[in-house]
């Protein structure tokens, strides 16, 4: 399980409070990571294969796993929600400081962090 600071008590229920629930629901996520991997690698469900090969050289035995499509994907999934929900609550932190400085002058384009890479 990844600690995560409980920022709650540091912020009234009006400051950052659209961030504060994108990282809550990232913490769903990553809370929803951990369980499939509990679940996935104590055993209990097997979305892997197997196959044994014999070393020519040394007669030896060598197991090989291979992660089935279904684990890649919902491993995927997760830690892309994750990273969506973080990088949204940087966006609407962003936005809320913004609109402090400057609340009649707020308009779409600055509803999100700039990036230097886009035009």
Request: charged residues 25%; hydrophobic residues 35%.
């Amino acid at each position: 399980m990844i600690p995560l600071v409980d920022v709650s008590s540091h912020y009234s229920p009006t400051h950052f409070k659209d961030a504060y629930l994108k990282i809550e629901r990232a913490r769903e996520h990553m809370q929803e990571f951990d369980a499939y991997a509990s679940t996935v690698f104590k055993g209990r469900f097997a979305p892997y294969s197997c196959t044994t090969e014999v070393d020519a050289e040394t007669g030896e035995y060598r197991w090989k796993y291979f992660a089935t499509r279904e684990i890649i994907t919902r491993f995927a999934i997760l830690c892309g929600d994750t990273i969506h929900n973080l990088r949204a609550a940087l966006d609407y932190a962003w936005y809320e400081l913004y609109r402090s400085g400057q609340p009649e002058e707020v308009g779409d384009q600055v509803s999100h962090i700039p990036n230097p890479d886009t035009p």
